[in-house]
């Protein structure tokens, strides 16, 4: 195997990079601050045939108790920056989408509110296609950068295969940058909105522990007769249910807890024990919102 490039950790731990802290180290770990050092990494990744593995927040990731065979990405440095250009803002693919919505409310740009109740970075949003409170992100996408081991390419929205939490974006293909097209408005009236949607999300889900971010999809509307994931959940007696150091939250039960000492097989575990009583209730498969890294079972 040739040398990885400068700055490339072995058996880095990655539980301390997700919020649910479990899991195991990485082969390999980088965190690349430019387009040329992400550029350099994932073509090594290739020509030694590594898979690649990314962590932003880490708000919606599991990573499996034996690690990641491969090598493990975290941007910095350019690649987190956020910049106010025109009606819109720039921003690097780890830039927390939380803070590209307070810098467009302090610069005096609105469009993007719904953002500051996201856990992620802006490379994860546009994986996932996350979206909140009634905003949605690829309507403020005007185009993205995204980078793989043969260099950098833009992407208008309508190339990036958005469906319900979803893209297609490949795992080997890394959002690099991202333009978000906004308007002009009053900084106190959309700093005042951004408290607001803070306050909301605090009164309906669990803060302050070891969580990530809804950890089953919304199913389809007419087969749950309106109810989501967490009622769902809820009225299968879910709430308050534990597997080793694993419990759903008695305060959203689409909220999954590590109340101290949880390994990522009791978080499985317990999903699978979530998805068994919906499915018994009311027949019904949750799908998982929550993404995996490493060995275990794929969504």
Same mark, same amino acid.
Not at 277 to 297: I, K, P, W
């Given at each position: ?183 002009? &408005?009053?900084? %106190?009236? !959309?700093? $005042? +909105? ?5 306050? *909301?999300? /605090?009164? =309906? ?56 000492? &949880?390994?990522? %097989?009791? !978080?499985? $575990? +317990? ?5 068994? *009583?919906? /499915?018994? =209730? ?18």
């Amino acid at each position: 195997m040739s040398a990885p490039p400068s700055g490339t950790a072995r058996d880095y731990p990655l539980a301390r990079l997700t919020t649910i802290r479990t899991g195991g180290p990485a082969d390999y770990f980088a965190r690349p601050g430019d387009v040329d050092q992400l550029e350099a990494l994932l073509r090594w990744a290739e020509e030694e045939r590594l898979v690649i593995g990314l962590i932003g927040s880490g708000s919606n990731l599991l990573v499996a108790d034996a690690g990641f065979r491969g090598l493990v990405l975290k941007l910095d440095g350019e690649l987190v920056a956020i910049k106010h250009v025109g009606e819109g803002l720039v921003s690097g693919g780890g830039a927390r989408l939380p803070k590209v919505a307070a810098t467009a409310a302090g610069v005096g740009l609105a469009g993007i509110e719904f953002g500051v109740n996201i856990p992620g970075t802006v490379g994860g949003a546009v994986r996932m296609n996350a979206n909140a409170y009634g905003g949605e992100l690829a309507c403020v996408l005007e185009w993205v950068e995204v980078t793989g081991a043969g260099g950098t390419e833009r992407r208008p929205p309508d190339q990036l295969g958005f469906a319900y939490r979803q893209s297609n974006l490949g795992p080997a293909e890394v959002v690099s940058r991202a333009r978000f097209a906004l308007h002009p &408005a009053d900084p %106190a009236a !959309v700093k $005042a +909105l951004l408290g607001d949607l803070r306050d *909301r999300r /605090r009164a =309906a889900q669990p803060s302050g522990i070891k969580t990530f971010g809804s950890t089953f999809k919304n199913p389809d509307v007419a087969a749950t007769e309106g109810r989501t994931a967490g009622q769902l959940l809820e009225a299968a007696g879910c709430k308050g249910l534990m597997v080793g150091g694993a419990r759903f939250s008695e305060k959203h039960a689409n909220f999954v807890e590590n109340t101290g000492a &949880a390994s990522t %097989a009791d !978080v499985l $575990a +317990l999903m699978e024990l979530g998805v068994a *009583r919906v /499915r018994d =209730a009311f027949g019904v498969e949750l799908e998982y919102e929550v993404a995996l890294l490493g060995g275990e079972r794929s969504a």
